[in-house]
C-alpha cells in the first residue's frame, strides 16, 4: 500500500484526487495539505510513502519547500504536481530532493504512473522533461527563459501570473531590490527591454494562455 499525502490549494483538484485514490487498490490517502506550513504539520503527524507537491502553495512553497520536506524526511519521495511548465526549473527542483515532476495538463494515468514509479525509489520525468535533461545549458539552440537560474525561473514564473515586484518579493521572503535585479537580470536575458515585453516574450513562447 502506497500512503499519499496531497498539498494543494485548490480544493476541487484535492476532491479530484481524493476520489481518484480512493478507486485504487493500492493508494491510501493519509492526509492533506493547503499551504507549506501545513505540509510539514502533516508530515509529522502521518507517516506516507509519497508527497504529491504543488509549487504554488501559500507560505512556504517552490525549491525552499523541497528542500525544507527533502532535508527532514529523507526517504520521502516527492512528486510535484504543477501548472508550472516543464523546463529547467523542473530540473532544479530534483536536484533539490524531488523524485518526480509531472505537468497538472497531463491526464490520470499519468498521474498514478507518476505515484508508482516514485513509490518504487524510481525518479520520474515526463518525455518533455527528458528532452530537457538532454539538453546542454550553455548550448546554443536553448531558449532564452531556459537560460535562467532556478531563481530567476522562479521570479520569471511567478511574475507570468500576474504578480508585481512588492508581491513576488513577499512570495519569496527576499527583499524588494532583490526581485527588481532579478527582474533586470530575466530581462537581459530574454533581450526585451521593459516587463511588458517579457509577457509578450512568453505569450510568443507559448508559456502562458
Known amino acids: ?70 532535508e527532514r524526511y529523507p526517504a520521502l519521495r516527492i512528486l510535484i504536481y504543477s501548472v508550472q511548465p516543464e523546463d529547467r526549473l523542473s530540473l532544479h527542483l530534483l536536484d533539490a530532493g524531488a523524485a518526480g515532476y509531472l505537468s497538472k495538463d ?42 535562467l537560474s532556478a531563481r530567476e525561473l522562479a521570479v520569471f514564473h511567478l511574475m507570468l501570473r500576474g ?9 519569496l521572503e527576499i527583499q524588494a531590490s532583490t526581485a527588481s535585479n532579478h527582474l533586470a537580470r530575466i530581462r537581459e536575458k530574454l533581450g526585451v527591454q521593459t516587463n511588458g515585453e517579457v509577457m509578450l516574450y512568453a505569450f510568443r513562447a507559448g508559456l502562458v494562455r
Open 106 to 147: 497531463q491526464g490520470a494515468e499519468a498521474l498514478l504512473r507518476a505515484i508508482q514509479v516514485v513509490a518504487r525509489g524510481e525518479r520520474y520525468l515526463s518525455p518533455a522533461l527528458r528532452d530537457v535533461e538532454g539538453r546542454d545549458p550553455e548550448a546554443t539552440q536553448l531558449a532564452p527563459h531556459e537560460r
Open 163 to 171: 504578480m508585481n515586484v512588492a508581491d513576488i518579493a513577499d512570495e
Open 1 to 70: 500500500m502506497i500512503r499519499v499525502i496531497v498539498a494543494d490549494d485548490h480544493p476541487l483538484l484535492r476532491s479530484g484526487l481524493r476520489r481518484l485514490f480512493e478507486a485504487q487498490s493500492n493508494l491510501r490517502l493519509v492526509a492533506e495539505a493547503v499551504n507549506g506550513a501545513e505540509v510539514l504539520e502533516k508530515l509529522a503527524e502521518h507517516p506516507c510513502d509519497v508527497l504529491i507537491l504543488d509549487l504554488s502553495l501559500p507560505f512556504l512553497r517552490g525549491l525552499e519547500l523541497v528542500r525544507a520536506v527533502a
